[in-house]
């Protein structure tokens, strides 16, 4: 009955459980930080930009196309954010010296500044939630392990 079950797509409660308490804990975690940013004067998106930026892979800089990837944003809604972050002084525009057409962003001393204030507080609210995060993570795993391969995912 259960390999049926399995077969036909049905996922059993453990399952969804897991996946609410994991959802649920990332939520508290993305709560928490988006709390810790408007102590600083930073709307969520603002932080989230901030990190987007300091945070880019291999580089410190980004271009508003890039930026606007990292936060699943449109492109016009990044150009508003990167002024917003422009007037409070966070972060400058940049033309490339290889190639004009290209701007970059990267954040004032300002900026990392407040990056890092934010980022260490966030840190130490993950070290706080690491052991449940992990425990769900693994639990989330050995339950898929249980599941047909043809199942598709819950």
Request: aromatic share 4%; proline share 3%.
């Given at each position: ?23 649920f804990?990332l ?28 945070g ?9 196309g ?5 936060l ?18 966070l ?25 890092q ?5 966030n ?14 993570l693994?639990?989330m ?14």
């Open positions: 009955m259960a390999a049926q079950r399995r077969r036909a797509g049905v996922v059993s409660k453990a399952v969804y459980e897991t996946q609410a308490a994991f959802r804990t939520r508290r975690f993305l709560r928490f930080s988006e709390t810790t940013a408007r102590g600083v004067g930073l709307t969520p998106q603002q932080y989230q930009a901030l990190l987007a930026i300091h880019f892979p291999g580089r410190d800089r980004v271009k508003v890039e930026l606007a990837q990292r699943q944003i449109h492109h016009h809604s990044a150009v508003g954010l990167v002024d917003r972050l422009m007037a409070k002084r972060a400058v525009r940049e033309r490339s010296t290889v190639d004009r057409r290209q701007v970059f962003i990267h954040l004032t001393t300002r900026g990392v500044r407040i990056l204030r934010v980022s260490a507080v840190r130490g609210e993950l070290r706080r939630l690491r052991p449940q995060l992990i425990r769900l693994g639990r795993a050995r339950l898929e392990g249980r599941r047909s391969p043809s199942s598709g995912l819950p």
